[in-house]
């Protein structure tokens, strides 16, 4: 079965980019769009964006002028750039697949990110 | 963006119960409705997809309706192991949006 696992550093300073990848095992990483999504403590999931194979990406408005996305089929990855980040950015970080368009069905097990100097 | 609203945000239930959870659309949602259920320190789990489909190998005790701005997800027979946070998400429209959650605790 599909598994998912995120990695990145878990403490960013203020200012700088948040840097995510998530590995996709047990499983081929076309033909679906995959997702990230974060949850500071005690709130709720905010999605974040996505990306499909083919490279097309949608993001979130409110933080479209600081994510990127990218994919690399080669290795079964995708990854979460987020850049000028603050302390709101604090969160726990999912990667998700979708199994059609805005089902979430496979997540990772999330990787908490920390901003602070 | 479309707003879900949950409610209950909390529930308080004995075992045995059957517990109902409300979520409304801001706008018109068609069915593209999820629910997921997050246990502590647990990714979220895909329960219920397109409003009412069960997904496979979640126990048919959870169930899902309504189509629209209202839908509904229901717990029958509770048991400690649900335990859990619940949430709605629609993706009738981008950004993918959820619902505050409803947190669900066992009298």
């Known amino acids: 079965q599909v598994q998912l696992q995120e990695s990145g550093p878990g403490l960013v300073k203020p200012s700088e980019t948040l840097s995510l990848t998530c590995t996709v095992s047990?499983?081929?990483?076309?033909?679906?769009?995959w997702s990230w999504i974060r949850q500071p403590a005690g709130k709720g999931l905010e999605w974040i964006g996505r990306?499909?194979?083919?490279?097309?990406?949608n993001y979130k408005s409110s933080l479209k002028s600081r994510v990127t996305m990218s994919v690399d089929t080669s290795n079964n990855q995708f990854s979460l750039k987020l850049s000028s980040v603050t302390a709101a950015d604090t969160a726990m970080y999912y990667c998700?697949?979708?199994?059609?368009?805005?089902?979430?069905?496979?997540w990772g097990q999330g990787t908490l990110v920390t901003v602070s100097s | 963006d479309i707003q879900m609203t949950q409610s209950p945000s909390s529930l308080s239930a004995s075992v045995g119960d059957r517990v109902t959870i409300s979520c409304q659309a801001s706008?018109?949602?068609?069915?593209?409705l999820n629910w997921y259920q997050q246990k502590v320190g647990k990714a979220p789990k895909l329960l219920i997809y397109?409003?009412?489909n069960l997904e496979t190998g979640v126990p048919s005790k959870f169930s899902g309706s309504g189509s629209g701005t209202d839908f509904t997800f229901t717990i029958s027979n509770l048991q400690p192991e649900d335990i859990a946070t619940y949430y709605c998400?629609?993706?009738?429209?981008?950004?993918?949006?959820f619902g505050q959650g409803t947190r669900l605790e066992i009298k």
């Open positions: 998700a697949r979708e199994k059609k368009g805005g089902i979430f069905d496979y």
């Open positions: 047990d499983g081929s990483i076309s033909s679906n769009y």
């Open positions: 990306i499909n194979t083919s490279g097309t990406t």
């Open positions: 706008q018109d949602n068609s069915n593209y």
């Open positions: 397109d409003a009412s």
């Open positions: 998400q629609q993706y009738e429209n981008l950004p993918i949006t």
